[in-house]
């Protein structure tokens, strides 16, 4: 059974920094592409940031200069390294895994930022 669970989520001021994280299980994430979403209170859900098995980055607008995607096949984890946090950044986080058969979501992780 294949699971995602993120983690690293919390309540920071603007300007301040977290890594979330996001941890496979039932799958070898090596092969595949993966994906940071968030999803922001009345809005739909948002690609933030994706990494293919060989680390080819690609990122929102939105985040470009502030976030960091990163991944460890060793460790079966992929990172987001989100810096100069915004209050428009609060959202839930959710990673996800495609393969040519499903499609695997995480539980998300809470991510507020205000003064």
């Known amino acids: 059974q294949v699971q995602l669970v993120e983690s690293g989520g919390g309540l920071v001021q603007p300007g301040e920094s977290l890594r979330l994280s996001c941890i496979a299980s039932?799958?070898?994430?090596?092969?595949?592409?993966m994906e940071w979403y968030r999803q922001a209170p009345g809005k739909q859900r948002e690609l933030v940031a994706g990494i293919t098995g060989r680390g080819t980055t690609t990122y929102a607008d939105s985040v470009k200069d502030r976030v960091i995607i990163s991944r460890d096949n060793d460790k079966n984890a992929m990172y987001l390294q989100m810096n100069k946090l915004k209050p428009e950044d609060t959202a839930i986080y959710y990673c996800?895994?495609?393969?040519?058969?499903?499609?695997?979501w995480g539980q998300g992780t809470q991510v507020t930022v205000s003064s």
């Open positions: 996800n895994l495609q393969t040519a058969r499903s499609d695997y």
């Open positions: 039932g799958i070898s994430i090596s092969v595949y592409r």
